[in-house]
């Protein structure tokens, strides 16, 4: 599966931004998906997932409730909409794709789309 993620840029807190993640390669509705992130000096960590048919999503205390994750499946997309930005969401978002999980070491990932957040 090969993954492409867009969507970031410079936004003012409080804003809000949509990042998308189109895969190709492989039937995308076999795939769950998830969003990562990683900060300047920080590791890299969960944000969001969401499963196959999009019944079940899943997100990372430091995001609920303002930030969610969608998917097409028609378009091979995968969505995060992130409202109420805090500086401290300013980090590389990564699209990551696996058959079962993305909690553990997801089969693939895209390159990263700079988010970045002013105070």
């Known amino acids: 599966v090969q993954l492409q993620a867009s969507g970031g840029g410079l936004v003012q807190a409080g804003g809000s931004l949509r990042l998308s993640c189109l895969a190709s390669g492989r039937t995308f509705s076999d795939y769950v998906m998830g969003w990562f992130r990683q900060a300047p000096g920080k590791e890299r960590e969960f944000v969001a997932s969401i499963t196959w048919a999009g019944r079940s999503t899943s997100y990372a205390n430091s995001v609920k409730g303002r930030f969610t994750i969608s998917r097409d499946n028609a378009k091979n997309t995968v969505y995060l909409q992130m409202n109420s930005l805090k500086p401290e969401d300013t980090a590389n978002y990564y699209c990551?794709?696996?058959?079962?999980?993305?909690?553990?070491?997801?089969?693939?990932w895209g390159q990263g789309t700079l988010v970045t957040v002013s105070s």
């Open positions: 990551a794709a696996d058959r079962t999980t993305v909690a553990r070491h997801p089969d693939y």
